[in-house]
């Protein structure tokens, strides 16, 4: 019998809290400090945007609290309130153009890279991991054997390409997110639940020791 979501969904937690712990590990103990080394007074510099972000932060966060008041506040006329609003609305843009690459370039060169590196890292990462993970377990996972799931059908390399790195990970990545609610309603709302990989890849999730012939 082809496995429900709720198992599916179990499974595919276990395997991804287990791949994304490895991949943040390895980044903590290798890929961090080899990228800061590669960087002139990189703590400095980090240091300094993490800065600029808190200040800046707060005063968009007094700013913020300010148009609230203002919007409830019924002492003061249509004309000033709108007048204050449209102030505000300046000072948030002087604050950007302040707290910019034109006035502190070092300080943003090296912290916008670092959060690019790091969101590129680890989406890389784990995408690699994961994959020869599948690749190294025949889709017999940790998270599968925990719920007493297993994959069937056509398994080799190409499929488990196929279906854990194409048709699973990157094909919600480039749906924005959609391809999880079109494998959720796939596996609810049909007589086979098989969601979109299981076709494409000529394998299945089953319930452990327990097929049937359709």
Not at 22 to 46: G, M
Not at 68 to 73: A, G, N, P, Y
């Amino acid at each position: 019998m082809n496995a429900g979501l709720l198992r599916r969904g179990i499974a595919l937690f276990v395997d991804f809290i287990f791949m994304a712990a490895l991949v943040s590990t390895l980044f903590n103990i290798a890929a961090r400090p080899i990228y800061q080394n590669q960087i002139e007074n990189f703590e400095e510099h980090y240091t300094k945007f993490v800065e600029l972000q808190e200040e800046k932060g707060e005063k968009l966060e007094a700013l913020n609290d300010e148009e609230f008041e203002l919007v409830r506040d019924e002492s003061i006329s249509e004309e000033e309130r709108d007048a204050r609003l449209e102030e505000i609305q300046e000072d948030r843009e002087a604050l950007d153009a302040y707290y910019s690459y034109v006035n502190y370039p070092d300080a943003y060169r090296v912290g916008d890279g670092y959060i690019i590196f790091t969101a590129v890292y680890h989406l890389t990462g784990f995408l690699f991991a994961h994959t020869v993970y599948m690749l190294l377990m025949k889709g017999h996972s940790f998270g599968r054997r925990l719920t007493k799931l297993k994959l069937s059908g056509n398994i080799n390399i190409l499929s488990l390409l196929l279906r854990e790195l194409f048709w699973k990970y990157l094909f919600w990545i480039f749906t924005l997110g959609i391809g999880i609610f079109i494998d959720i309603y796939m596996n609810l709302l049909t007589n086979s639940r098989k969601t979109i990989r299981d076709y494409f890849s000529g394998t299945r999730v089953v319930l452990n020791d327990i097929e049937y012939p359709f």
